[in-house]
């Protein structure tokens, strides 16, 4: 037996099993990243930095939206030693059962995901991983529960912070933060669980410029979850960035005035500046306190009294109460019928109300009279001419080819849709067209004759204060106007470019002066209807509106622009159930035109007047 | 023959230079891992690398003491010295448990492990017994005698427990392979009692090693499927098969699937001889898979896990499998070039994912830091020492000195494929050192006079044929 042979085999041996481990091991190290992962979901805790969300300054540059500390009570279920729940309640000025539930909700908060490799639903929850137990005390809250910490190891305080809102107001334009939902979470890597998420108006529809550039640091942890050190030296760490702060249009100044005028009254008020197509003011009343729905204690809190408030303070009144506009239609069928040639500045026409009801006056000799009686027989008039242009010889069939045209007139006002802006929650309104029509009546089933309210504001047309603000803005400008919207810089890159874009009505501009003229006596001229709104030293143009309510008292509307040359702000007012719009809402309007125009108020008798009125509401208990 | 006239005379510079690079780059790898940024020094014997560092001078000085004695004393008293580890093997027994295992004498983090020093005095007797033999003058008793030197360590080491070096000593069985020590003394009684049969020799039992792979493989199979129930319904037998019985009722299969072949394709005098070693590989092979399959059942439940674990029958990143999963992560982390030096994030002391980081698993911060690189600069490095004690071996003109080298290389291979194994997933954790990189002064003093004594026996070669 040659047994040098067997020198080989071992030899042999040794290099199969030197080949085979280095071949384990070039996979294991450079083919395969499964262990580098691994690696990394062991000891690399990628630590996110959140930074403050940018802060909200309006037209004036004063802050309306900043920050403010507030601190988390952070627990580690690892790192407690044996802990006192009894005395930690009494600490937090908790019950021992609340600790326990509290415990419990953090866990199935958190939910299950399925284990593969065990293939068992397995709680998301670590017992290592630091968790929220008590979230945004303020440093008052905090200071008392700080010192003790000691005594209850796992847990840790952890600064955060929180929407501030200064001037208390415009709740319904800024919005609010709640907490990201799992959904959100998976759609946008950003989140992490308890992070804060836009929910409304600007902050939802700004989110992603407000919520800034997180900053993340790359930590080496040990296999107790304590950080070592920082991984790398900080080579791959990012630092936090706070998103650039967002400029508004708005006039926090205008708001507050507008939301205390409207104290204790249902309604809106929406400003825009005609130039620009910024939103001065956007009341919605009754308003509410956005300090109300900072952070989560607080939204739990409140969240379900504003729900449940008879006024719908939570209803957006501005972008989503759709009314007949009444009154104010009439200015557009004057310009479109004049555009159209089927009147001119002078046509007059006798107020016969046996085609539909008007109150006494003399008949409209012009335009300019028509809209400072607001006589409905004249636009009952007017506007058939525009739909019946007798073109075709079926009358069926002319009245649709009328209605297409005045329909395509309408929608360049940017009626009958939401405008593409960063106001949140619009609701579109209705323009009427032929297909509308066809779907109720039957095609060429219908004619001026059942269709004839729309000439006056009423039956199926319907906008929304936005909307009829944004018609007073057009008339200010003489037949342009930008879409109106809230923000006017992010940072230094200005608005968004939809905004700058100048948007033209099909109406020439010599057809709004007799307009401007009817609207500049409704409110300058004896007899009318909008008196209430004369200022001094401002010449302010109107028109007042009844907005038919059948369900109660009739909403007083009133509609102006000043001052007459140069327009500087357009402005609608909406006071829900207050009756005639010369009553309430021109006052109202007249004292938004003065607050903004001169910074103060000429007339404190008006203004006292207004803010004592409690118009259909409810008070709460 | 004139003896040796300096210390450094006839020594493998090659084996010693290699020996020095890895006792440096196992200090290098403490240090990283182990290091404390408030005693940085390497002096500081507070510290797991200063005290590393004291063992490895110590264990130098060892090496020098070896140097300075006759490597004749190793053969002549290799007796005493194997029986006073034997003495020792059995008071450590009655000593205090460290982590569950009675394998420190010695107080505080200064003991020393008997089994070690076991590793060397069985090495030393074996050569001495197998030297004194010829092939041809193999019987029973030789047999039993040679195995017995084996077994005696061994199962006091398994009383410990330390299954670890229990596994170690089975590298001896190489040794006596490469010397052509078999079983076949022992084997040719039964063989040759049955009538009409007449063999001098028998191919079991002269490649016991290839035999053993097999008996482990048929180990692993057993185990694999002891987790696994066949249902089969034979002839109107119901049986369900699971573990020993599903390997059994395999190798009948084998056997009779043989039979048929021996039946048509082979004369009549081969078919016979075949169908004794069929006969005889089946009845061994099922009392094999029958015997691994009762003992499983009888394991302590930490060596049933770590066996379940090792054959990927369970699977628990944070549970029992902790360590493997938290190596394997550290090791594959590495990359290409590695973390770099002292960048280990996940296998540092001080992270402690990876705990006995800088004893057992002092392989994963190396590959954590050097990566693939470095891994394969590792493995040129201790190929090239088990490839230089083979040609030590080999060159030698003593049989003792020969046996005493391959025990060296056998042994430090076992450590190595074992210890790097539980790194890569490829072998269970059994708690054993990777020579000259792991800290611990029990294992360095053993490795290094271990291999000093190789050293001094190659240095005085000339001299064994007086």
């Known amino acids: 037996m040659n047994l040098d042979a067997r020198r080989n085999v071992i030899l042999s041996f040794i290099v199969l099993v030197v080949g085979i481990y280095l071949i384990r091991l070039f996979y294991m190290q450079v083919i395969d990243d499964t262990w580098t992962l691994r690696a990394q979901e062991i000891a690399e805790k990628r630590k996110e930095i959140f930074p403050p969300r940018g802060v909200i300054f309006d037209r004036n540059g004063k802050k309306i939206v900043t920050n403010q500390t507030y601190y988390n009570l952070m627990m580690v279920e690892d790192s407690m030693v044996n802990l006192d729940t009894a005395a930690f309640a009494k600490l937090i000025g908790w019950t021992k059962k609340q600790v326990r539930q509290r415990f419990k909700e953090i866990v199935e908060g958190e939910g299950t995901y399925y284990n593969k490799i065990t293939g068992k639903r397995t709680p998301n929850y670590q017992k290592i991983r630091a968790y929220p137990f008590l979230k945004e005390l303020t440093l008052e809250e905090m200071s008392k529960i700080a010192p003790h910490l000691d005594n209850f190891k796992g847990f840790h305080e952890e600064a955060t912070s929180a929407r501030n809102y200064p001037y208390k107001s415009a709740a319904n334009i800024l919005g609010y933060l709640s907490e990201v939902y799992r959904e959100e979470i998976e759609e946008d890597r950003f989140y992490k669980p308890g992070n804060n998420i836009g929910r409304a108006g600007i902050e939802r529809f700004y989110e992603k410029e407000l919520r800034g550039v997180k900053g993340i640091k790359y930590i080496v942890t040990s296999a107790l979850n304590n950080a070592i050190e920082s991984y790398a030296d900080g080579k791959y760490d990012t630092t936090a960035r706070q998103a650039d702060p967002l400029k508004m249009g708005m006039d926090v100044e205008l708001q507050t005035y507008g939301e205390k005028l409207m104290n204790k009254k249902k309604g809106c008020i929406v400003a825009i500046e005609p130039s620009s197509g910024e939103i001065l003011s956007m009341v919605s009343a009754p308003s509410y306190d956005p300090n109300l729905l900072v952070g989560k204690r607080n939204i739990s809190a409140n969240y379900p009294k504003l729900a449940n408030d008879p006024n719908l303070p939570l209803f957006p009144r501005p972008l989503q109460a759709e009314y007949p506009p009444g009154s104010i239609f009439k200015l557009v069928q004057s310009l479109i019928a004049m555009q159209e040639g089927v009147i001119t500045a002078n046509t007059g026409f006798p107020c016969d109300k046996s085609l539909v009801g008007c109150h006494n006056h003399p008949s409209a000799r012009n335009i300019a009279e028509a809209i400072q009686y607001s006589c409905n027989p004249y636009y009952y008039m007017a506007v058939r001419r525009i739909i019946q242009q007798g073109v075709k010889k079926n009358n069926f069939a002319d009245a649709e080819y009328g209605l297409n045209k005045w329909y395509k007139y309408i929608r360049s006002f940017g009626l009958g849709d939401i405008f593409d802006t960063d106001v949140s929650g619009q609701r579109p309104g209705l323009i009427p067209n032929p297909a509308f029509y066809d779907k109720w009546y039957g095609h060429h089933a219908w004619a001026f004759s059942t269709i004839r309210s729309i000439s006056i504001g009423q039956g199926e047309v319907k906008l929304t204060p936005l909307q009829m603000a944004n018609i007073v803005a057009i008339i200010a400008n003489k037949g342009w106007y930008y879409t109106p919207h809230f923000v006017r810089s992010i940072g230094r890159k200005g608005s968004l470019p939809q905004f700058k874009k100048k948007r033209w009505t099909m109406i020439n501009y010599q057809h709004f002066d007799p307009v401007i003229e009817g609207m500049r006596r409704v409110v300058n001229e004896a007899g009318g209807t909008g008196k209430m709104a004369r200022l001094n030293d401002i010449l302010v143009c109107g028109k007042t509106g009844t907005v038919q309510n059948p369900h109660g008292e009739d909403h007083s509307v009133f509609f102006a622009f000043a001052p007459m040359k140069k327009p500087k702000i357009a402005v609608a007012v909406f006071v829900e159930n207050a009756g005639w719009g010369g009553t309430w809402a021109a006052p109202i309007a007249s004292l938004i035109i003065e607050k903004y125009l001169k910074g103060k108020i000429s007339d404190p008798d008006k203004e006292k007047r207004i803010l004592e009125a409690q118009i259909a509401y409810q008070l709460s208990n | ?466």
């Open chain 2, 1 to 466: 023959m004139r003896k040796q006239e300096s210390l450094t005379e006839h020594l493998d510079w090659p084996l010693f230079g290699a020996l020095i690079t890895m006792l440096l780059m196992g200090f290098a790898t403490v240090y990283s891992v182990a290091y404390n940024e408030e005693a940085p020094s390497i002096f500081n014997f507070s510290e797991k690398y200063g005290r590393q560092l004291f063992w490895i001078v110590f264990s130098l000085f060892l090496g020098l003491l070896v140097f300075l004695i006759d490597s004749d004393i190793y053969r002549k008293f290799a007796i005493p010295i194997y029986l006073s580890t034997l003495v020792l093997l059995v008071i450590v027994l009655f000593m205090p448990a460290v982590h569950g295992a009675h394998a420190w004498l010695g107080v505080g983090s200064f003991g020393v492990q008997p089994a070690e020093f076991a590793k060397i005095s069985t090495s030393l007797l074996l050569a001495k017994y197998i030297s004194g033999l010829t092939v041809k003058q193999q019987t029973t008793g030789t047999v039993l005698t040679a195995s017995s030197i084996l077994l005696i360590p061994m199962i006091l080491i398994l009383l410990q427990p330390d299954a670890g070096t229990f596994v170690v000593f089975t590298s001896f069985l190489f040794v006596m392979y490469r010397e052509g020590l078999t079983f076949d003394p022992i084997l040719l009684n039964f063989v040759n009692a049955i009538p009409g049969v007449r063999y001098k020799e028998t191919w079991v039992g002269s490649h016991f090693i290839p035999i053993l792979f097999a008996v482990v493989f048929l180990s692993i199979i057993t185990l694999l499927l002891d987790s696994v129930v066949f249902n089969l319904s034979l002839f109107g037998l119901d049986l369900a098969l699971s573990g020993s019985s599903g390997v059994i009722f395999g190798l009948l299969l084998i056997y009779a699937l043989s039979w048929l072949l021996l039946q048509r394709f082979s004369t009549r005098r081969e078919r016979s001889r075949m169908m004794v070693v069929l006969t005889l590989g089946l009845l061994i092979g099922s009392a094999l898979s029958f015997v691994v399959d009762k003992g499983f059942d009888m394991l302590r439940p930490h060596q049933k896990d770590r066996i379940e674990l090792f054959l990927g029958l369970r699977e628990d990143p944070n549970g029992d499998d902790y360590n493997r999963n938290r190596a394997m992560a550290a090791v594959g982390s590495g990359g290409f070039f590695g973390k770099g030096y002292r960048e280990a994030s996940v296998s540092s002391v001080r992270s402690n994912h990876v705990p006995e980081s800088e004893t057992d698993f002092i392989f994963c911060p190396f590959a954590e830091e050097w990566g693939f690189v470095g891994v394969v600069v590792l493995f040129l490095l201790y190929f090239f020492v088990l490839f230089r004690i083979i040609i030590i071996a080999e060159r030698q003109r003593a049989a003792f000195n020969r046996i005493y080298a391959y025990c060296v290389a056998m042994i430090l291979f076992y450590h190595f494929a074992i210890n790097i194994g539980m790194n890569i997933g490829f072998a269970p954790v059994i708690g054993i050192p990777l020579p000259f990189f792991s800290y611990g002064g029990s294992s360095m003093m053993s490795f290094s006079v271990m291999l000093f004594i190789l050293l001094k026996l190659d240095a005085q070669r000339k001299d064994v044929l007086r």
